[in-house]
């Protein structure tokens, strides 16, 4: 059975919409949604294949379904069928958010301890995760 170009599209689109809404969310969560946070957003979705013509749609629609969503678990579904390399990358972006701005609140802190265990990575990953992440910011 052939899958249509058009029904993959479709599932790419879906799946970077909802990482993409993961990170809008991490980047709004402190109340401060920054210029720096959402560069480190769009350079991750384009590593992640995003075309950089639809790059600026695609961060509306995200932002759009972040802020209709009131749980976390709709933007893992997808994420958490990754395996362990492509979400310490989401995972690594993440703090990247977070330390952008020299800082980390206990919101942050918090959704992270929540989507280490959603995630399905164990603590020690991501305080090592964190540690390195830390050190490119805080140089």
């Not at 052939?2 to 991490?26: G, R």
């Not at 957003?41 to 790059?55: F, M, S």
């Not at 678990?73 to 701005?101: A, Q, V």
Request: no cysteine; glycine share 2%.
């Amino acid at each position: 059975m052939f899958t249509s170009k058009k029904k993959i599209i479709k599932k790419e689109k879906s799946y970077l919409l909802n990482i993409a809404a993961l990170l809008i969310h991490m980047a709004k969560i402190d109340e401060n949604f920054t210029n720096i946070e959402e560069k480190i957003i769009e350079k991750y979705l384009l590593e992640l294949g995003a075309n950089e013509q639809d790059l600026s749609s695609l961060i509306e629609d995200s932002k759009k379904i972040e802020k209709e969503s009131n749980q976390i678990l709709d933007f893992t579904r997808e994420i958490k069928k990754m395996n362990e390399t492509e979400k310490i990358n989401i995972i690594e972006t993440l703090w990247r958010i977070i330390f952008s701005n020299k800082d980390e609140d206990m919101y942050e802190s918090n959704l992270m301890r929540r989507l280490g265990g959603l995630l399905y990575i164990d603590s020690k990953t991501m305080g090592d995760i964190k540690e390195k992440i830390k050190k490119e910011f805080l140089k």
